[in-house]
């Protein structure tokens, strides 16, 4: 019986030993692990999600959306959870239209916890996944940026990334007003991962909405001019801008190539910039009313002063003559501008001198910011008295040997359009509903001096002007042709093929009400500011005058 007794301890012990680390790990858990044990099955069960705020719309001035936001989910999957890939891939596919075979890879990628099967899904759509509750397979949500007319304004209105924030545009600069706050969501999930308790804890607040200047009318109808200048000249690309010169309101600012904005990622990196401020140019012949503004408001010249101007001008090894070919021949300053003399505008140039010249680029706004509320706003070049050569004061009164964007010419015609106040362009009218208090401008030019610029601008669209053949019934028109060699990049040297070709002007001359401003890049077949630029104008105007009820005048 001994050993039969022996064995029976011995079993006997064995089990006393294994009660004990039973209980000795049943205390650990319940007791001292408990805690943790806890927040890891609430973590499995209890989930907080973040529920972004729609972001605020961006409208025209008239209300039409140009930029609204959606709700929307991304739908994810955790792989090794699907049991089915190749079925869950097909059933999947034919709600979100992405190749089955797609969805499988990313179903059956190895070590894989987590991927995106797609982003931004409408929350419609995504629904009819969620109602499919395949295990594994997740709804996260999120909101889509939306542009409902595609191209319209694409570079101005900019763009949203993934996260929801503003990339670029007004989406950008805008971005805190945009925004709103993003709330929380916690939700209690079954076994299979779906909710079955859901709360409000933190209630998202969209963000406020932005009222335009813009037209969107009118912007289509420019943006569609600048497409007939690319199609017809091929350029490199082509800017226009449309201003309410007593106010700087901008009412159109198009630019092209043409982007998609609900599809940037497909555009070149060069056609997203708003070329109207992002871009610095030589400006050529527009540049002539610094000069010639300077010496009128100095008491230096008039309207009627008359001037020798001879063939040609030589600085050092330089000649310089006008594009048109002439002999010697008297001419006022009025005929200067309207036909565009280099020599007669250096001539004007040299009575101001290079100190007072200087005043005046520097007065009329160029070298500095316009202040506009858009992002990535360049402020041009221009250089110092002290870094003028022996041949500045024979380039640069005619626009050669220092750059402006686009914005800057077309603020500098404000003000002569408006009686001499320069004024701040403005493109945000209102946020949330209400008026945003338009921006200060400053005087500039006495109203007299304005007044003979204006008169004096007729003279470019008038017969013998640079710009003769732009009219438009029942309206008299001013402005200024500019022609203007490009800068070779990564050099100081003239391209000799390709140039600038712009056009800055308003109407009705005698009570301005409406400014357009036209650049184009490196045109092909015709180089000219009044065969490029200046019958774009003209198409831009014949549209704008009427369609904004602009009496004739």
Known sequence: MAPMQLRVGKLFAVFVVLLVVAGGRTFYLGALQSGRLRQVADGQQLTEVTVPALRGAILDRNGVPLAVSEPADDISATPYLVKDPLTTASRISAILGVSAATLEADLTKPHTGFVYLERGVPDATAQRVAALRIPGVALAPVAIRDYPDNMLAAQVLGAVGLDGNGLAGLEYSENSILSGTSG?????????????????????????????????????????????????????????????????????????????????????????????????????????????????QDGLVTPDSNFYLPVSLQFYDRTIHDDEARGPEEATTSQILAQSSNIGAIEIGEKLGATRFNYWVNRLGFGSLTG??????????????????????????????????????????????????????????????????????????????????????????????????????????????????????????????????????????????????????????????????????????????????????
């Open 372 to 553: 506009v509320d858009l992002p990535g706003e360049e402020q041009g070049i221009v250089p110092k008295p002290s870094q003028y050569s022996g041949v500045s004061m024979g380039n640069l009164p005619i626009g050669q040997g220092e750059s402006v964007t686009p914005l800057q010419l077309t603020t500098l015609y404000a003000a002569i359009a408006n009686g001499g106040i320069l004024p701040r362009p403005h493109i945000v009218g209102a946020v949330a509903g209400r008026s945003v208090s338009e921006p200060a401008g400053r005087r500039v030019f006495d109203p007299s001096v304005a007044g003979e610029l204006r008169n004096m601008l007729r003279g470019v669209l008038a017969p013998g002007g640079t710009a003769s053949q732009v009219s438009i019934s029942g309206y008299q028109l001013a402005g200024k042709t500019g022609t203007a060699n490009e800068v070779v990049a990564g050099s100081a040297a003239y391209s000799t093929t390709a140039y600038d070709a712009s056009f800055v002007g308003f109407a009705p001359a005698d009570d301005p009400k409406l400014l357009v401003s036209v650049e184009v890049s490196d045109p092909k077949g015709a180089i000219n500011g009044g065969q490029v630029a200046a019958p774009a104008f003209g198409q831009i105007m014949s549209f704008a005058l009427p369609y904004l009820k602009i009496p004739p005048g």
């Open 184 to 296: 929380v969501r916690r939700e209690i999930n079954d076994a299979l991962g779906d909710p079955i308790s859901v709360d409000e804890v933190k209630r998202a607040r969209p963000g406020k909405s932005i009222t335009l200047t813009l037209d969107s009318g009118l912007q289509n109808a420019v943006e569609n001019v600048l497409a007939g200048v690319g199609a017809k000249y091929s350029p490199q690309s082509a800017t226009a801008t449309v201003m309410d010169p007593r106010t700087g309101a901008i009412l159109a600012m198009a630019n092209w190539p043409r982007v998609n904005a609900n599809d940037v990622g497909a555009a070149p990196a060069s056609a997203l910039e708003n070329r109207a401020v992002e871009m610095n140019f030589e400006p050529g012949s527009t540049f002539k009313v610094v000069a010639i503004g300077g010496a009128l």
